[in-house]
Nanobody, 127 residues
């Protein structure tokens, strides 16, 4: 089955930028949503940015205007550009895939247990 591999995490100062990438082990066909979640110690996993099947993005309110999620069809992956990073963005970031769904921008798409495929996670630390 498909595997997701994230990269690009690290440590950065407040106000800095990072770019996360997620590579799929195989080409994804059919209806699907894909995007990024994050989890920090003691908190629930939360949806940061998601792309619907048609490529429309939905962002966490605190990420709007700072984060940009894009799909890389040629490289069969996904990216998250994070700018103006704040300490509150510190977390492990996960790439996620939900198949057989076209729209994940609503409340249903925030339920992380709906997503059947996950990457291993990459740590982002802002200080």
């Amino acid at each position: 089955h498909v595997q997701l591999v994230e990269s690009g995490g690290g440590s950065v100062e407040v106000g800095g930028s990072l770019r996360l990438t997620c590579r799929f082990s195989e080409y994804i066909t059919g209806d699907r949503c894909m995007g990024w979640f994050r989890q920090s110690p003691g908190k629930e996993r939360e949806r940061v940015a998601i792309l619907d099947d048609d490529g429309s993005p939905t962002y966490l309110d605190s990420a709007k205007g700072r984060f940009t999620v894009t799909r890389d069809n040629d490289k069969n992956g996904l990216a998250l550009q994070m700018d103006s990073l704040a300490k509150e963005d510190t977390a492990v970031y996960y790439c996620a895939l939900l198949r057989q769904f076209r729209f994940c921008g609503g409340v249903l798409g925030t339920i992380w247990t709906m997503y059947g495929v996950w990457g291993q996670g990459t740590q982002v630390t802002v200080s």
